[in-house]
C-alpha cells in the first residue's frame, strides 16, 4: 500500500510541473484566432451572470488553456468540458485540470467548435472574434431554450445581449436561446371559453405581433414569455412557458387574471 502511495505522489501535477512541459505565449498563433487568455478577473463575473450551478454542463468553446472550465467546476461545481483545437494547448489545459484534481468534472478534448456536438450543453461560454460568433449563432439558436450563452469581450451581431457584467479585466455578455415562438396561435382559458387568436413574429428574444387588430409587443427569455396588448380599451398581458407548439400561462385583463393555453394553429 505504501509503495502505491508513493507512486501516486510522484505522479501528481502541479501548475509548475504543466508550465515545465509547455507554456503557451500569449498572441501565438491558432485555428482562426490567436490566443489571449481571459482576465482572471472576468470569469467569476460571467459564471455568476450565466446562472452556473452544480446542475450545470459548460461547454467552453475555444477553451485555450481551460481556465473558464475549471473555474466553472472548482468554484461553481459544474461538469464542464472544453473544446479546443490545438493539440499542445489540449494536453496543457488537461495537465491543469489534473493539477486541480478536477479529472472526474472537467474534461479538455481535441475539436473543431464547428463540428463538435455541445448540444447537450446547459450554458456555453465564448472568447472567440465577432465573426466565429456569428459563424455559431445559428447552432446556438437551435439549442435548447433557457441555455445561456456567455461571451468575453464580443457580440452576436445584432442578437442583443440579455445582460452584460463590466469589470476592469473587461465586459462579458449573456444571451438566452429563446423558444421559437412565430406564428398563429389561438388561446383558451380552462374551460374552453373566450378564445382570442394571437399572430406573432419574433426576432431573437423580442415578439410583436397582432391581436384582434390590437399590437402586441413582448420578450422571451428562454421558454418563458410575456407579451400585452389592448383588448378595447383594457391593457391586457400574457405571462407562459412555451413547450413546442403549446404555450400554458395566465392572461390578465385590469384585476381579472384567468389560467389558459395557446395552440398554435
Known amino acids: 500500500m505504501l509503495s502505491v502511495a508513493l507512486a501516486s505522489l510522484a505522479d501528481a501535477k502541479t501548475r509548475a510541473d504543466c508550465e515545465k512541459h ?88 481535441r475539436g473543431d467548435i464547428f463540428e463538435t456536438d455541445f448540444s447537450t450543453a446547459t450554458v456555453i461560454t465564448l472568447y472567440l472574434l465577432p465573426d466565429l460568433n456569428k459563424r455559431l449563432r445559428p447552432t446556438l439558436l437551435e439549442m435548447k431554450p433557457g441555455t445561456r450563452v456567455a461571451s468575453y469581450s464580443f457580440g452576436m451581431g445584432d442578437w442583443s445581449p440579455d445582460a452584460q457584467v463590466e469589470t476592469d479585466g473587461g465586459v462579458a455578455y449573456l444571451w438566452v436561446v429563446p423558444a421559437k415562438v412565430g406564428g398563429a396561435w389561438t388561446f383558451r382559458s380552462q374551460n374552453g371559453n373566450e378564445p382570442f387568436d394571437v399572430t406573432l413574429e419574433q426576432t431573437f428574444q423580442n415578439v410583436r405581433g397582432s391581436a384582434g387588430g ?45 389560467d389558459c393555453t395557446g395552440m398554435r394553429n
Not at 420578450?219 to 412557458?241: C, R, W, Y
Request: with cysteine; charged share 25%.
Open 214 to 258: 390590437a399590437a402586441v409587443t413582448g420578450k422571451l427569455n428562454g421558454a418563458q414569455i410575456h407579451f400585452v396588448f389592448m383588448d378595447g380599451d383594457e391593457p391586457t398581458s400574457f405571462t407562459g412557458i412555451v413547450d413546442g407548439n403549446r404555450i400554458s400561462g395566465t392572461i390578465t385583463r385590469g384585476l381579472d387574471s384567468k
Open 22 to 109: 509547455y507554456t503557451p505565449q500569449r498572441g501565438q498563433e491558432g485555428k482562426d484566432v490567436i490566443w489571449v487568455p481571459i482576465e482572471d478577473s472576468v470569469v467569476q463575473p460571467m459564471l455568476v451572470m450565466a446562472g452556473v450551478t452544480p446542475a450545470d454542463k459548460v461547454y467552453d468553446l475555444g477553451a485555450g488553456d481551460g481556465k473558464i472550465s475549471i473555474a466553472a467546476a472548482k468554484g461553481f461545481g459544474a461538469t464542464s468540458v472544453g473544446v479546443e483545437y490545438d493539440p499542445d494547448l489540449v494536453k496543457h489545459a488537461q495537465c491543469l485540470v489534473e493539477a486541480e484534481g478536477l479529472q472526474k468534472r472537467v474534461k479538455i478534448i
